[in-house]
């Protein structure tokens, strides 16, 4: 009997070698399909990770000063910084023909120059936990992104915008901190699609602190918006309109700077201002002490003016905010129409008759 078991015996065992062999190959082949985890430390490379990363990978970049810009135009891509700072290179390119050009991170899809339209966008990059400073351009910018999601981000002393997203869709910026921009702190702008998320962040000692101009679609909620120039600001007129948001449950305070014009005349002391917007609806806000220092064109808590080219304001609403200690509460120079101001706590207006008084 024992003969007769050796043959069976030796069977058996090939056959559980070969599935083991078999289940070895499987595990493999699964865990090679699978995201991975790069670490990127001090004195190494963040574009280097991302050149080999794959859709779905993420970047754990761990402590240090990198001087570099990052550029990523691949899909799925998520970048974690953990007390680490970008800072500009040492030796900046002198190519000029990239948009990403001087900027720290830049999600760059394929758009065309003259038209503005992206023919493909780069998907779901996410961008968290960096602290970007001295860039002359931009902190944060998306060129042709979608659904791109920027994070607990501190986007320091740019020379343009901090964060920023141009002919993209589905922006998500949220909780981060921007600040010394020579512009604007968070700006949307080309994106006719934006559905754009602009949450918990705070912005001061910016031009603006929240921009948005030649985009429609999307929320603006639970920002704080302090010392800059302007807190929240839609700008239609040429190229394109402004406006379809919603800015609820933000703190708006005290935006006074006189700060030099560039493309438009002089502003300061302006809370929430809509420049020829539509159908922005602005509701449940605490916009206070936003008082100009220096020469405006115009003032208040919230202004709803005609833009510069002449653009009306139109279909928008200002409802159940608390706006007070302004000069004045609200403005509104009454062109456009279906503009609407209801159940505000406020004291001054012109014209007059615009507030619920306390």
């Not at 069977?11 to 559980?16: G, K, T």
């Not at 949220?174 to 006719?192: E, H, K, M, R």
């Not at 602190?209 to 040429?238: K, P, Q, S, Y």
């Not at 101001?341 to 012109?350: D, L, M, Q, R, Y």
Request: charged content about 15%; aromatic content about 6%; overall charge positive.
């Amino acid at each position: 009997m024992r003969r007769a078991l050796r043959p069976l015996t030796a069977c058996v065992l090939a056959i559980f070698l070969v599935v083991l062999v078999t289940g070895i190959g499987f595990a493999q082949e699964e865990s090679s399909s699978k995201s991975e985890k790069l670490i990127v430390r001090p004195g190494e490379s963040i574009q280097a990770a991302v050149d080999v990363a794959k859709p779905g990978d993420t970047i754990r970049v761990i402590g240090g000063v990198h001087h570099e810009s990052v550029v990523i135009s691949k899909n799925g891509v998520a970048l974690q910084g953990h007390d680490t700072s970008l800072k500009p290179p040492t030796n900046p390119p002198t190519d000029t023909s990239s948009p990403c050009e001087v900027s720290g991170f830049c999600v760059l899809g394929e758009v065309n120059s003259h038209s503005g339209e992206a023919s493909r966008y780069v998907k779901n990059v996410s961008i968290s936990g960096f602290t970007i400073r001295n860039f002359p351009n931009y902190g944060i910018v998306a060129f042709g992104a979608q659904n791109a999601k920027f994070v607990t981000n501190r986007a320091y002393n740019n020379g343009e915008y901090g964060i920023t997203a141009f002919f993209s869709k589905g922006t998500q910026i949220l909780a981060n901190l921007t600040s010394g921009s020579a512009d604007a702190g968070i700006y949307v702008g080309d994106s006719p699609h934006a559905n754009a998320t602009i949450a918990s962040n705070t912005s001061y000692g910016n031009f603006w602190g929240i921009l948005v101009r030649n985009a429609l679609h999307g929320r603006i909620t639970g920002n704080e918006a302090h010392n800059n120039c302007v807190g929240i600001f839609f700008i239609a007129d040429a190229p394109g309109p402004a406006g379809e948001f919603d800015v609820l449950g933000n703190t708006v305070n005290k935006n006074t700077r006189a700060c030099p014009a560039r493309a438009l005349p002089q502003l300061s002391g302006v809370g929430v201002g809509l420049f020829g917007a539509r159908g922005v609806e602005i509701r449940g806000n605490h916009i206070l002490k936003n008082v100009p220092s220096g020469h405006t064109i115009f003032s208040g808590g919230v202004a709803v003016v005609r833009g510069l080219e002449g653009t009306p304001p139109t279909h928008n609403t200002v409802v159940g905010n608390m706006i007070l200690n302004n000069r004045p509460d609200i403005f509104w120079d009454k062109s456009g129409s279906h503009n609407r101001f209801v159940g505000n706590i406020c004291e001054t207006s012109k014209p007059g008759g615009l507030c619920k008084r306390r």
